[in-house]
């Protein structure tokens, strides 16, 4: 039985938002592995909380993730199956 964990940080993703997650990942999940596992594929997400998450040195907060996301997106033609709305520039603390 596979369980899978997704760690997030907290007040990023709205209760719908985690529950399309789940389902989403069950779906890729099953496609994997065959329908008969669905029953027990397990997907967990793990909320940290804001400030224990740090990326380059420096912490993130829900509103560094939801101003990131809110960038330009950017299409990468070079990689297919890459998200089709990737960050358009790095965050500030990036660069």
Known sequence: ????????????FTP????????QVTDTMVGIEGEALRGVTWVRIVEIEQGDWGI??????????????????????????????????APRWLN
């Open 1 to 12: 039985m596979p369980l899978v964990t997704i760690e997030v940080i907290k007040d990023v």
């Open 16 to 23: 719908t938002q985690k529950q399309q997650i789940i389902t």
């Open 56 to 89: 380059g040195g420096q912490t993130l907060r829900a509103a560094d993730v939801k101003a990131m996301a809110g960038a330009s997106p950017r299409p990468n033609p070079a990689h297919p199956r890459a998200p089709k709305y990737p960050l358009a520039s």
